[in-house]
């Protein structure tokens, strides 16, 4: 699935060359020097205007990043601008912009949900740089966004004792 999606994306400025694949699952993308988003780098309103024409750029392919909402995903290269990897849990529709009507509804859920991550992290990140209705955005939490929650944190807060309970037997 990742492979497939590189291969769609090829030549879009922040992403990754596909560099060849491994084996029947494996793969190898072009190196990308830099870190991971965080408060304490030098970020710019064009750094965030950069990101957005990224993330146009996947969305006119009929791709849907999804994982948008991990800063460890979106890279701040030497170069200063946004880099995006892992494309794992990345959604595309094939036969973009055709396709069957289901799959289009879902991509564009799911380009929202991009967006909304984009403005949430713009907002925390450099307030001092957005617009009203930036801050709207970034608050609008989606009904996917809200059931996500609601299913995901109870897996898991069971998960990390789970986790916590098996280290401490181990370490008995």
Do not use: M
Request: aromatic share 12%; hydrophobic share 40%.
């Amino acid at each position: 699935h990742e492979i497939n999606v590189y291969r769609k994306l090829q030549g879009v400025p922040g992403v990754p060359r596909l560099l060849g694949v491994v084996g029947r699952t494996g793969f190898l993308h072009e190196f990308v020097p830099g870190c991971d988003l965080h408060a304490e780098l030098p970020l710019t309103p064009a750094f965030f205007e950069q990101l957005r024409q990224l993330l146009l750029a996947l969305h006119a392919q009929g791709v849907a990043y999804v994982d948008t909402n991990k800063r460890e995903n979106i890279l701040y290269g030497e170069d200063d601008r946004p880099w995006l990897i892992d494309f794992q849990i990345s959604f595309y529709c094939r036969n973009f912009p055709r396709g069957n009507p289901l799959t289009r509804w879902l991509l564009a859920r799911l380009q929202a949900e991009d967006w909304y991550h984009f403005y949430k992290h713009k907002t925390r990140l450099i307030p001092e740089a957005c617009e009203p209705e930036e801050f709207a955005r970034a608050r609008r939490q989606s009904l996917f966004i809200r059931l996500h929650r609601l299913l995901a944190q109870p897996v898991i807060r069971l998960r990390r004792r789970f986790l916590a309970r098996y280290e401490l037997q181990k370490v008995k």
